[in-house]
């Protein structure tokens, strides 16, 4: 490193005034020294050495610039005392550093330095001692020093103090160990029960295999994120296929009914619940189940009753509807003609209004209580400006404020009564019908007439509203919902024989396979097996065995919910069977034309049904084959996953880094603890070689998973119970990775403080924390193959074994020289000469 180094008369001065303790020269080489080491003593541990130096040391301010050097040079180390020895001629220093900065140390000091000494002359403050190169002396001659030593070495010897292991016991800096030196070491007062003792290499051990897990967990992460992109791709055909198995369901034809919002006169969200819950068990056939489920089958027939009672209802309201319609049309007539008697109408309209309000199925109905209660009010409404018309200027007011009006003597009582009460639950007051309301000419007004005209348009609209309800598909409501009667009497005639079973069955009668007589007329399957034997497909015995045999098989298949990716081909070969019994049948027939018997079999909806679900899984398994074939997908604009190919290569390195770790166990060969460090040194390269690799495509925020999945889903239908579990084991997935990932941060950070020996609450903690983390990965739940399982499992082990630490003996008094006598022997000394002073 070149330095240009001022020449002016105040150099050495103006070093001084700065409170420098070396000059710039000096501190040029030395700088350059700890800049050429630096890589070297960043892989080093710290040691204990203990160093004499000869040469010209004595009274020569060598200690002071050994440890001013000592001081720049050193990374980490330090110098711990210096012992100068007269009668000898050396100086003893002992020091922890690495040792190739021990080793560049003594080098520095192999070079002559002059120490210049300042006692007058200097100003407050300023440094009194400052070391110079030896051929910088000429610049004293301006600055002259009240004196100055020259110093250097001519050979040094460094023994560096042993660490590690010896047997059982622990060795740090040359001294065996026990909990109290370790808690010393520490800077703790004593090893607590509860704190673990760790090497350096067994923290390495803990690394690797803890960052060979991680790598573990990246490729499955990775293959949940390539499995979410082929759903993606398969997505919208699976649900097809599930509409498709859907509409072969027992009690698909009311589905299609109650679980839609198409006809707000059908919709039946609670009914729908009630009959999913139960669907399960009798498409599957599962009727010794029947009385566990006897609360859905009693609640769904109570839903079903008050879906009678609705159409009962709008029946009534439709009824009424028309006579209101005509009352109404009469008023209008009336009121156009300026006629005062209203009466009739009044009456009339006054009763429908009553009955209306009776039909309280209608009125709390989800869809339609809205629109209900808008029309009664507008109902109201009219009724109370048509009175108002009828008791305008006569008779006085009720309540004190009022006379008592005169209105007509009725004919009948009983629906004078009624009337009566009809019209005081509108309004406040008290009615006294004993006599005849008496109108004028002009009585009503233009602007009364306008707003009667008002009311009257506003009832009529939403009257019409209700009256001439519409289903999405244009249809009249009411129409519709009459001619769903027969299938709801259909399923309630099947719950009242399934009530009737669960108490054959808690009679311990003898049942034999009641759900097939039971839903004989909504199984699809037997309905198929009808419509072959009515083609003369199905003719003999065996012709029956067989399709019996082919159909009883798919509806165990299809059924068998939610869809499972391994059925996938059982029930394409299952249908294909199917089709093979019926186009062999069909070629071979006698009494028909085969191709009308095709012809007539594929226009049958079930038929074509099994042909479609059998067509979509093909595409669906099709999708995955062609996905799974691409060599990558590192093309595309925005990286989602990679491709199978490049998951078996990251594999295969995995696998090849597993042989070389497989044979690595640093706990069973604790004696040969620097080459297992050295070889876990190695290994740690390699394994961050891998991560790079699989790492270096990272996705956007858009497309990670960052969610937790939906959980109100139906858990019947694979395709969204497979994605909520793609997505469920990819957070599950990232949020383990990034967890070991700063556990092997923390360990990390450990072994940067470069000490031999890791212990310590924090210590501890970490690996309680590590070890929790381990014991709940279920390798099941992310669906590891069996290969990364073990792998996976060994890995864990091995890291389970630290569990308590590392083990180590403490020794006894009696033990204790003997054993620094084996200490010693292990100690390394270096010897160095100066080949220009000696």
């Known amino acids: 490193m070149n330095t240009q180094i001022s020449t002016t008369k105040n150099y050495l001065y103006e070093l001084l005034k700065k409170k420098y303790?070396?000059?710039?020269?000096?501190?040029?080489?030395?700088?350059?020294?700890?800049?050429?080491?630096?890589?070297?003593?960043?892989?080093?541990?710290?040691?204990?050495?203990?160093v004499t130096f000869q040469g010209q040391v004595i009274d020569a301010s060598f200690e002071k610039t050994l440890k001013i050097i000592s001081k720049r040079l050193f990374h980490n180390g330090e110098i711990n005392t210096i012992l100068t020895v007269k009668e000898k001629g050396l100086v003893e220093a002992t020091m922890i550093a690495a040792p190739s900065e021990v080793e560049a140390l003594i080098q520095c000091l192999m070079k002559p330095h002059i120490v210049l000494h300042y006692k007058k002359g200097i100003e407050r403050g300023a440094s009194n001692l400052l070391i110079i190169d030896e051929t910088e002396q000429a610049l004293t001659d301006t600055c002259a020093p009240d004196y100055l030593h020259r110093n250097f070495i001519t050979r040094a010897e460094s023994c560096e103090k042993y660490t590690g292991r010896l047997g059982e016991y622990l060795i740090l800096n040359g001294l065996p160990l026990t909990s109290e030196k370790i808690g010393k070491e520490l800077r703790f007062n004593k090893i607590e029960t509860k704190n673990k003792v760790f090497t350096t290499t067994g923290l390495k051990e803990i690394y690797v295999n803890l960052h060979f897990i991680s790598l573990l967990l990246k490729l499955d992460l990775e293959q949940y994120y390539l499995k979410l992109r082929i759903f993606y791709l398969q997505e919208s055909e699976m649900k097809v296929v599930e509409e498709k198995i859907d509409d072969l369901g027992f009690f698909a034809d009311i589905f299609n009914h109650i679980a839609t919002t198409d006809n707000p006169l059908l919709f039946n969200k609670d009914l729908f619940m009630d009959l999913m819950r139960l669907e399960h068990i009798i498409e599957n056939n599962n009727w010794k189940a029947i009385p566990a489920y006897a609360g859905y089958i009693y609640s769904a027939s109570s839903r079903l009753n008050g879906q009678f009672k609705l159409l009962e209802e709008c029946n009534l309201f439709l009824t009424y509807a028309n006579c209101i319609e005509k009352f109404v049309g009469r008023l209008t007539k009336k009121f156009m003609k300026n006629r005062p008697d209203i009466r009739s109408e009044q009456e009339n309209l006054t009763a429908n209004y009553h009955e209306l309000k009776k039909l309280q199925t209608i009125s709390k109905h989800q869809m339609l209580q809205n629109d209900y209660q808008e029309l009664l009010n507008s109902f109201g409404k009219l009724l109370a400006y048509i009175d108002f018309l009828m008791i305008k200027d006569t008779g006085t007011i009720a309540s004190g404020t009022q006379d008592a009006i005169q209105l007509a003597q009725k004919s009948s009582k009983k629906f004078g009564d009624v009337l009566k009460k009809c019209i005081e639950s509108i309004f406040s007051v008290t009615i006294d019908i004993s006599t005849k309301p008496v109108f004028r000419q002009d009585q009503v007004l233009k602007p009364e007439q306008e707003e009667i005209q008002q009311l009257i348009e506003k009832f009529s609209a939403n009257l019409e509203r209700l009256s001439k309800l519409k289903a999405v598909s244009g249809k009249n409501a009411f129409l519709e919902a009459r001619m769903t009667v027969p299938q709801f009497t259909s399923l309630s005639n099947a719950l009242d024989e399934l009530k009737a079973l669960i108490k054959d069955m808690e009679s311990k009668k003898d049942i034999q396979d009641p759900l097939k007589s039971i839903f004989a007329k909504s199984n699809k399957f037997e309905m198929l097996y009808n419509d072959l034997s009515a083609l003369k497909i199905v003719e003999n015995a065996q012709d029956q065995e067989s399709a019996r045999s082919i159909l009883t098989e798919l509806q165990r298949l299809i059924f068998d919910k939610p869809l499972k990716e391994d059925s996938f081909k059982n029930i394409i070969n299952t249908i294909q069977s199917l089709e093979g019994f019926v186009f062999s049948k069909c070629a071979s027939a006698k009494s028909k034309d085969s191709s009308v018997l095709m012809q007539q079999l594929h226009h049958n909806p079930i038929f074509k049904k099994f042909i479609d679900i059998k067509a979509g899984l093909k595409n669906v398994i099709e999708t995955e084959r062609l996905t799974r074939k691409v060599d990558t997908f590192k093309g595309d604009f925005e990286f989602f996953s990679y491709s199978a190919k490049e998951l078996d290569e990251f594999l295969a390195e995995i696998e090849r880094f597993h042989e070389a770790l497989k044979d690595m166990c640093y706990y069973q060969n604790v004696s040969e603890f620097e080459a297992m460090e050295n070889r876990l040194n190695r290994l740690i390269i390699e394994v961050n070689e891998i991560d790079r690799k699989i790492s270096s495509y990272t996705?956007?925020?858009?497309?990670?998973?960052?969610?937790?999945?939906?959980?109100?889903?139906?858990?019947?239908?694979?395709?969204?119970?497979?994605?909520?579990?793609?997505?469920?084991?990819?957070?599950?997935?990232?949020?383990?990775?990034?967890?070991?990932?700063?556990?092997?941060?923390?360990?990390?950070?450990?072994?940067?403080?470069?000490?031999?020996?890791?212990?310590?609450?924090?210590?501890?903690?970490?690996?309680?924390?590590?070890?929790?983390?381990?014991?709940?990965?279920?390798v099941r739940m992310i669906d590891m193959t069996q290969s990364m399982e073990d792998m996976f499992k060994e890995s864990v082990h091995t890291i389970f074994h630290y569990q308590v630490g590392e083990d180590f003996k403490e020794p006894q008094k009696e033990e204790i020289d003997d054993l620094m006598k084996e200490i010693e022997k292990r100690a390394i000394v270096r010897e160095y000469k100066n080949d220009v002073y000696s």
Do not use: W
Not at 21 to 45: L, W
């Open 21 to 50: 303790h070396t000059s710039e020269m000096v501190r040029a080489q030395i700088d350059e020294v700890k800049v050429r080491i630096s890589e070297k003593v960043a892989k080093e541990s710290l040691k204990a050495f203990c």
């Open 699 to 778: 996705r956007n925020k858009d497309k990670k998973i960052t969610k937790e999945p939906d959980v109100h889903i139906d858990y019947l239908k694979g395709s969204q119970l497979l994605k909520k579990n793609l997505e469920k084991a990819i957070l599950i997935l990232q949020n383990q990775i990034t967890q070991i990932e700063g556990f092997m941060h923390d360990i990390e950070s450990n072994l940067h403080r470069r000490s031999f020996i890791h212990s310590g609450v924090t210590t501890s903690v970490l690996f309680d924390q590590i070890t929790y983390l381990l014991s709940n990965i279920d």
